[in-house]
């Protein structure tokens, strides 16, 4: 299913499926500030950075596969316990025009806690869309 839309992520468990079709950790992130509730979940993901990873602890699901993963997304799934396989292993995810690294994987290069990570990446979704409102054409 992943592959076969236009998503960038899917979750199913047995008939329910949510699927996102926003680039990074945004549909995730609104997931839960909706509160939906995700736990036993499979997830499907064309890119899990760091970021990513630690919403997906949140979130609950049991297991994942991406496209690509970077290695301390994978660490922290390992770490709590979801199963998880990708295509492709990177040290860290880029960002869009590959000049450096994706703005998610470096706002949560030093943290550890998951709670954390998500207060660091709503802060981070609100700079980057501020930016973004900035240099829009008007």
Request: charged share 25%; with cysteine.
């Amino acid at each position: 299913m992943l592959n076969g839309g236009d998503y960038t992520c899917v979750l199913c468990r047995g008939d329910t499926v949510y699927t996102g079709t926003e680039r990074g950790v945004k549909p995730l992130v609104d997931w839960l500030n909706k509160k939906v509730d995700l736990r036993g979940f499979s997830a499907a993901d064309k890119v899990v950075g760091k970021a990513a990873a630690f919403l997906y602890v949140l979130l609950g699901v049991t297991d994942l596969y991406a496209g690509v993963m970077s290695e301390p997304a994978n660490d922290i799934l390992i770490q709590n316990g979801i199963d998880c396989v990708f295509d492709k292993s990177a040290k860290a995810i880029l960002n869009r025009s590959n000049t450096g690294f994706c703005p998610m994987e470096t706002a949560v290069r030093d943290i550890d806690d998951p709670n954390e990570a998500l207060i660091v990446i709503k802060n981070t979704l609100v700079q980057l869309q501020d930016n973004a409102d900035k240099y829009a054409i008007k």
